[in-house]
C-alpha cells in the first residue's frame, strides 16, 4: 500500500500522524500556499502536480495505490482533479470532510451560496467587518470599500491589498473562542465573513461571535461531483484496509 495524502487541513494533519504512528507508507502533499507549512510527520511534497494529467502521471510514477484527499472544502479545484486523476489511473479516491458548521440556539447567521452573495450581502453604511476568508479572494470586496476590514492572513502580504482601508493580523490556526473574542472586541468588529469551512481549526471566531451577538455571513461550499467520504480518521483507515467494503 502507498498513499498519497493531499493535505492543508487540520483532518489532513490527524490522519498523517496515525499513518506515521501504524507505519503506513504515506506521502503528504501541500500545495506551497503559505511560506513554511507546518511540518508533518510523513515525507512531503509541496506544489501542485500540474492538473488532473500531471496528478495522473504522478500516481503512476510513484505507485500509489490509495488517495486521500483531506483538503479544505473550498479547495475545489483540487478535489475535482482527485476525481479525474484517480479514475483516469484506476486508483481508489477516499474524500476527508468535515460537515459544515450548523447553527445553534444564539448564532444569527445568514448564508450566501458564494463570494458574490457575501459582497452583496454586505451593508452599504460603513461597518467594520472581520473578512475571514484569508488571501486569495480579497478582490471581490473592493466593490465594497467604504467597509473597515479586519483581515487575518497566514503570511504577511506581498504586495498592496485590494482594499483602502484594512487592518492585517498575521496569524495561522488553529484558534481559540477566547483569543477570537479578544481580537472581536478590540477591533470593535461589528460583522464577520466566513467560509462554512466545517471543522475545529476555524470555529473559534463563530463562537466568539455567538457570545458577542455579532452577525455573521457565512459562504457556502463549492460543490464537487460524487465520491466516497469519510468524516473520521477510523473511515479512512477501513477504506485503506478494504477500499471495496465502501462501495468505492
Ligand atoms: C497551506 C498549512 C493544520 C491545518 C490548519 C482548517 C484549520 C487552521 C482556519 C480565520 C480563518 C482560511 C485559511 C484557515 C484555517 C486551519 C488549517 C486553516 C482559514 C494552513 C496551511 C495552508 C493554508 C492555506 C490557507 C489559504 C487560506 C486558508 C487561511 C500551513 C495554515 C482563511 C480558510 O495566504 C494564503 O494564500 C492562504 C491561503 C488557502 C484561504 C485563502 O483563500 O486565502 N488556508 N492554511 C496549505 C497548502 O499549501 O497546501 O501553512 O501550515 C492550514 C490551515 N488553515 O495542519 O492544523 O483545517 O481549516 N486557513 C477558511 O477556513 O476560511 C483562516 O482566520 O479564522
Ligand atoms: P484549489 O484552488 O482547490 O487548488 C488549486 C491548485 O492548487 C490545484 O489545482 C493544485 O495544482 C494545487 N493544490 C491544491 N491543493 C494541493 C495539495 N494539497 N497538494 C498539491 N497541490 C495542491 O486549492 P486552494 O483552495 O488554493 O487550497 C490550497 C491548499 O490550502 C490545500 O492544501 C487546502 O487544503 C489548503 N487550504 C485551503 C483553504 C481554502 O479556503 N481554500 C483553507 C484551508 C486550507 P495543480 O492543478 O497544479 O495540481
Not at 114 to 133: C, N, Q, T
Amino acid at each position: 500500500m502507498r498513499v498519497l495524502l493531499l493535505g492543508g487541513t487540520t483532518e489532513a494533519s490527524l490522519l498523517a500522524r496515525r499513518l506515521a504512528q501504524d507505519g503506513v507508507d504515506a506521502v503528504f502533499s501541500y500545495a506551497g500556499r503559505t511560506d513554511a507549512p507546518v511540518a508533518q510527520p510523513l515525507p512531503t511534497r509541496i506544489g501542485g502536480f500540474g492538473g488532473p494529467e500531471g496528478l495522473a502521471h504522478y500516481l503512476a510514477d510513484q505507485r500509489i495505490s490509495h488517495v486521500v484527499d483531506a483538503t479544505h472544502p473550498f479547495a475545489a479545484r483540487m478535489s475535482r482533479n482527485a476525481i479525474v486523476a484517480c479514475a483516469k489511473a484506476a486508483v481508489p479516491l477516499c474524500g476527508f470532510e468535515r460537515a459544515p458548521w450548523a447553527s445553534g440556539p444564539g448564532d444569527d447567521w445568514r448564508h450566501v451560496a458564494d463570494l458574490a452573495g457575501a459582497v452583496a450581502a454586505l451593508p452599504e453604511r460603513p461597518a467594520r467587518v472581520f473578512l475571514a476568508i484569508g488571501r486569495q479572494n480579497l478582490d471581490a470586496f473592493a466593490a465594497k470599500a467604504q467597509h473597515h476590514y479586519l483581515l487575518r492572513l497566514v503570511d504577511p502580504p506581498q504586495g498592496p491589498l485590494p482594499l483602502p482601508d484594512t487592518t492585517v493580523v498575521i496569524a495561522r490556526g488553529p484558534f481559540t473562542e477566547p483569543a477570537d473574542r479578544e481580537l472581536l472586541a478590540r477591533h470593535r468588529i461589528g460583522l464577520i465573513i466566513a467560509k462554512n469551512a466545517g471543522g475545529t481549526g476555524a470555529r473559534a471566531k463563530l463562537d466568539a461571535a455567538r457570545a458577542l451577538g455579532i452577525p455573521v455571513i457565512l459562504i457556502g461550499r463549492p460543490e464537487l461531483p460524487p465520491r466516497l467520504i469519510a468524516r473520521t480518521v477510523e473511515e479512512v483507515m477501513a477504506f485503506l484496509a478494504h477500499p471495496a467494503d465502501l462501495g468505492v
